[in-house]
């Protein structure tokens, strides 16, 4: 597995559950924080684009390994 592959693992596992509690969106207009009672649909989402690049990246991996 590379690094990237243990990233995304991680981020599914732990940082996408702890926007649960709250977090802060940054731009480039400045900060906003997303409440704790408003960030399901947002972390659903979130998770899902996630998942969908951990596949991505794991087929891409499997590809490359010799037979």
């Known amino acids: 597995?590379?690094?990237y592959t243990d990233d995304l693992r991680y981020t599914i596992?732990?940082?996408i559950p702890d926007?649960?509690?709250g977090f802060k969106i940054c731009?480039?207009?400045g900060d906003f924080f997303?409440?704790?009672n408003e960030t399901e649909?947002?972390?659903k989402l979130v998770r899902k684009a996630f998942e969908k690049h951990l596949k991505?990246?794991?087929a891409a991996e499997s590809?490359?390994?010799p037979s």
């Open 1 to 3: 597995m590379s690094n």
């Open 13 to 15: 596992a732990k940082r």
């Open 19 to 21: 926007m649960n509690r």
């Open 27 to 29: 731009t480039n207009y």
């Open 34 to 36: 997303i409440e704790e």
């Open 41 to 43: 649909p947002i972390t």
């Open 56 to 58: 991505i990246a794991m």
């Open 63 to 65: 590809n490359r390994r």
